[in-house]
């Protein structure tokens, strides 16, 4: 089935050591996204990309950053996570803008900073 | 800044009753409305979208919008235990950006 992957599901990390979250997708869309959501609030968007065209949101610390080498694979990169970075990383594709069309959501990964 | 607000609930039904979640957004020029389902510690998944005023039924599902009002609703009809969730309005307001709601809690008493 297509879908869309992310691994690990879990990882702690401690505060300051780098930490790399992936993101794969057998759908053959054109846009990745990778949202943050904090417990009992909305997911953020962090950036996403259309092919090979990245874009980050204004707020997004320049502490994340993402990859994204091929059409199927996306990274979110965490440089020196804080407590502050404690949260469900969603990553999600459509195959286009996502104003017409649906996100498929990842299962997340579930980032605890110590 | 544009804005998605929900009420966070709980909401609390009974078996076989109709839950209303509502949900309202500050952008007018909004196109495109979703519906998600999040199960604790899950990722969202669409239950339904609407693009048009008025109102759109998909099985025991029906999104309710009206962009004079800037107002989205999802009433969900015989509820079932299983629907207990947290249930996320997201707005599409132009470009790559969605911008999600903090969702409403469901609980559906058995």
């Known amino acids: 089935d297509a879908m869309v992957i992310q691994n690990p599901r879990y990882q702690v990390t401690q505060f300051g050591k780098p930490v790399t979250l992936s993101c794969s997708q057998t759908?053959?869309?054109?846009?990745m996204y990778w949202y943050q959501q904090k417990s009992s609030q909305a997911p953020k968007l962090l950036f996403h990309y259309y092919d090979k065209d990245f874009n980050n949101e204004a707020d997004t610390p320049d502490n994340f950053q993402s990859r994204r080498p091929n059409t199927s694979f996306c990274f979110l990169d965490i440089r020196s996570p804080g407590l502050g970075d404690t949260a469900m990383y969603l990553c999600?594709?459509?195959?286009?803008?996502?104003?017409?069309?649906?996100?498929?959501f990842g299962p997340g990964t579930r980032l605890t900073v110590t | 800044q544009k804005e998605v607000e929900q009420n966070s609930g709980p909401l609390s039904v009974p078996e076989g009753a109709i839950a209303s979640l509502n949900c309202t957004y500050s952008?007018?020029?909004?196109?495109?409305f979703f519906w998600y389902r999040q199960y604790s510690g899950k990722s969202p998944e669409l239950i339904m979208f609407i693009y048009s005023n008025g109102d759109k039924e998909d099985g025991r599902f029906t999104a309710q919008l009206n962009k004079a009002s800037q107002y989205v609703s999802l009433l969900i009809r015989d509820s079932q235990p299983s629907d207990s969730a947290t249930y996320l309005c997201a707005v599409w307001t132009g470009g790559f950006k969605t911008i999600f709601g903090a969702g409403t809690r469901l609980f559906v008493k058995a």
């Open positions: 952008d007018r020029g909004s196109q495109s």
């Open positions: 999600a594709t459509s195959p286009d803008t996502g104003g017409l069309d649906e996100q498929y």
């Open positions: 759908l053959n869309h054109n846009v």
